[in-house]
């Protein structure tokens, strides 16, 4: 296995105030969280050619896990400041720093009434899910998503966020209507494993979920579409004694 990738987490703080937190409330704000090894950062944005630089940046409304309403998606182009929260660590030796800037981009949102945008997972939370988020037992499926595009072939699943945890995002391509369940349980432990400290590459091969399977690079033409590049999941054989139909109409993927 390879080693991990420098660890990634970033959050979007929009907020409608026309007035923004001085300087001095965010270097407090960030010091009441500190990551052990890596580097936590606060950029307010508030000019208007670098407002219309993010809303360039907004992903569409239908992109968002569950996909945004129009009046929450307007909230976020009308943004008076948006500030940018962004942590690496480089040596994770747990999951603090994710727990970290989350709350860091929670004080903020309370702050300002603003909403708060994780472009990497594409999912929005408000201040009062933070708390709620960190009162409970951790679970990287609700810092990752699972995405379900319709294909050629017919559907493409993928996660978005994996650079969280210093790690490539996983896509499996041609994936028939009757294995979407299989799929996404396939990519859940795929998930656990990476945050449990696996690493995987391109060449490599596992076995998961009564599958063998190989890891090769991306097969999407987008080079923008995954933030910090993906693994394709290919070349499967079923190696569990008892298959569904379900499981056996993935080998065709």
Same mark, same amino acid.
């Given at each position: 296995?390879? #080693?991990? &990738?420098?660890?990634?987490?970033? @959050?979007?703080?929009?907020?409608?105030?026309? !007035?923004?937190?001085?300087?001095?409330?965010?270097?407090? =704000?960030?010091? &009441? *969280?500190?990551?052990?090894?890596?580097?936590?950062?606060?950029?307010?944005?508030?000019?208007?050619?670098?407002?219309?630089?993010?809303?360039?940046?907004?992903?569409?409304?239908?992109?968002?896990?569950?996909?945004?309403? $129009?009046?929450?998606?307007?909230?976020?182009?009308?943004?008076?400041?948006? @500030?940018?929260?962004?942590?690496?660590?480089?040596?994770?030796?747990?999951?603090? @720093?994710?727990?970290? !800037?989350?709350?860091?981009?929670?004080?903020?949102?309370?702050?300002?009434?603003?909403? =708060?945008?994780?472009? =990497? #997972?594409?999912?929005?939370?408000?201040?009062?899910?933070?708390?709620?988020?960190?009162?409970?037992?951790?679970?990287?499926?609700?810092?990752?998503?699972?995405?379900?595009?319709?294909?050629? &072939?017919? @559907?493409?699943? *993928?996660?978005?966020?994996?650079?969280?945890? +210093?790690?490539?995002?996983?896509?499996? *391509?041609?994936?028939?209507?009757?294995?979407? %369940?299989?799929? &996404?349980?396939?990519?859940?432990?795929?998930?656990?494993?990476?945050?449990?400290?696996?690493?995987?590459?391109?060449?490599?091969?596992?076995?998961?979920?009564?599958?063998?399977?190989? $890891?090769?690079?991306?097969? =999407?033409?987008?080079?923008?579409?995954?933030?910090?590049?993906?693994?394709?999941?290919? %070349? $499967?054989?079923?190696? +569990?004694?008892?298959? !569904?139909? %379900?499981?056996?109409?993935?080998?065709?993927?």
């Amino acid at each position: 296995m390879a #080693a991990l &990738r420098g660890a990634k987490v970033v @959050y979007h703080v929009h907020s409608l105030r026309p !007035t923004g937190l001085a300087p001095r409330d965010l270097d407090e =704000i960030v010091a &009441r *969280h500190p990551i052990a090894t890596g580097h936590l950062e606060v950029t307010p944005v508030h000019t208007e050619s670098d407002l219309d630089a993010s809303r360039q940046l907004l992903s569409q409304p239908k992109d968002f896990s569950p996909a945004l309403p $129009f009046d929450v998606y307007a909230q976020l182009r009308q943004a008076k400041w948006v @500030y940018h929260v962004e942590s690496t660590e480089f040596e994770p030796e747990d999951l603090n @720093y994710v727990r970290q !800037t989350l709350l860091v981009a929670g004080e903020i949102a309370a702050m300002t009434d603003g909403i =708060i945008v994780d472009p =990497i #997972a594409f999912t929005t939370l408000a201040a009062e899910d933070v708390i709620k988020e960190i009162d409970r037992p951790f679970d990287p499926l609700r810092h990752v998503n699972i995405h379900v595009d319709r294909g050629t &072939r017919p @559907y493409f699943v *993928h996660t978005h966020g994996m650079e969280k945890f +210093g790690h490539p995002d996983f896509e499996l *391509h041609g994936v028939p209507r009757e294995s979407l %369940e299989v799929a &996404r349980k396939l990519l859940r432990h795929l998930i656990a494993a990476v945050v449990s400290g696996g690493a995987f590459q391109p060449g490599e091969e596992t076995q998961l979920c009564g599958f063998g399977f190989k $890891f090769a690079p991306s097969r =999407i033409d987008d080079t923008t579409h995954f933030s910090n590049g993906s693994l394709c999941l290919c %070349e $499967f054989k079923l190696v +569990g004694e008892s298959p !569904t139909p %379900e499981m056996q109409a993935l080998l065709t993927a």
